[in-house]
């Protein structure tokens, strides 16, 4: 009997959401205390410039240009010191580095871009956005850890900012990333979507929820569908992944199999909960859809689970 241990298409699912297409090589093995200061020392280094949330973009001739040099970052007030190493790409070293102008403030050749549009619009190469999902997450933990949690002392920044040194009690602070669970509860028939509040008028989705401390991403799954639309659920899958820096989260992507039919829905979660049947998912992907409902955007993790599964019979 045959067994092939790998049977799995050449490019995995987590290839097709926004976020992740990051080509740089992170050397994580090789990130010394001065590495940030050794690559702003090189001429071939780039930088990806945020602030509050935003990307800042230089117009091109095929769209936009988010790669700065050093030099060409001071009149924006970039925080060289404050800057991260991402790593290497074939060209030379990249950082993510904050800045402290406001985009107000800009020269009318700079443009600052939120985060969530420069993926939707496609702004950007996806080797860009993966490094601007790598960066912003990085550049946001530092803000929101400054002070060390052990005895209250700024920290320090090290490793390239891949650590943080408390200079009091020597305690090591390292980046972190929230895991959540996206589900999509499914039979070959129908599927379960829903409605936050926050989403734009029409829009349904996957459910979603933070992984909790000692859980799997199986009983994460389990239990955020029970406690968001009351389903129970049998059997559940992996599917694909995706970074979101919103602010340091990773997707994690998973069907469902349900247990039972009657959705008793959380409204103080949920705008609305309901069983969507195929054809009327495909005119929603198409946004042909009579009643305008529609998906997320195609590089969302839940535009992909939806699609897979809409595609899969």
């Not at 102008?101 to 009318?108: A, S, Y």
């Not at 490793?159 to 200079?167: D, F, I, N, S, V």
């Not at 970074?243 to 990773?250: D, E, G, H, N, R």
């Amino acid at each position: 009997m045959s067994f092939r241990l790998f049977d799995a298409p050449l490019r995995e699912p987590s290839q097709f959401v926004g976020f992740a297409g990051n080509t740089i090589d992170r050397q994580s093995e090789n990130r010394a205390d001065d590495s940030v200061e050794k690559a702003l020392a090189d001429p071939s280094t780039r930088l990806l410039l945020m602030h509050g949330g935003r990307l800042y973009l230089k117009p091109a001739s095929d769209g936009f240009d988010p790669w700065f040099g050093a030099e060409e970052s001071l009149p924006l007030q970039a925080s060289l010191d404050r800057g991260v190493l991402l790593g290497f790409s074939e060209s030379g070293p990249v950082l993510a580095v904050p800045t402290g102008v406001e985009p107000e403030q800009l020269p009318e050749t700079i443009k600052a871009i939120d985060y969530r549009s420069v993926y939707m619009q496609g702004l950007i190469d996806e080797a860009a956005a993966g490094a601007l999902a790598q960066g912003a997450a990085l550049l946001a933990w530092h803000a929101s850890h400054r002070f060390c949690s052990k005895c209250g002392t700024e920290s320090e920044m090290r490793a390239g900012g891949y650590k943080r040194l408390c200079p009091a009690c020597g305690t090591e602070h390292f980046p972190r990333t929230d895991p959540v669970a996206i589900m999509l509860t499914a039979t070959p028939e129908k599927c379960l979507l829903g409605r936050g509040r926050h989403f734009a008028p029409g829009m349904y989705s996957a459910l979603a929820g933070f992984i909790e401390p000692g859980e799997t991403i199986e009983a994460a799954v389990r239990r955020e569908t029970l406690e968001e639309a009351g389903i129970r659920l049998g059997r559940v899958v992996y599917h694909a992944s995706q970074p979101w820096p919103f602010p340091y989260s990773l997707m994690i992507g998973c069907f469902g199999e349900p247990l039972n039919d009657n959705i008793q829905a959380d409204l103080n979660e949920l705008e609305d909960c309901r069983w969507f049947y195929r054809d009327e998912v495909r005119s929603m992907l198409a946004k042909g859809h009579p009643g305008n409902l529609f998906t997320p955007p195609k590089g969302a993790i839940a535009y992909n689970l939806i699609r897979a599964w809409a595609d899969s019979a």
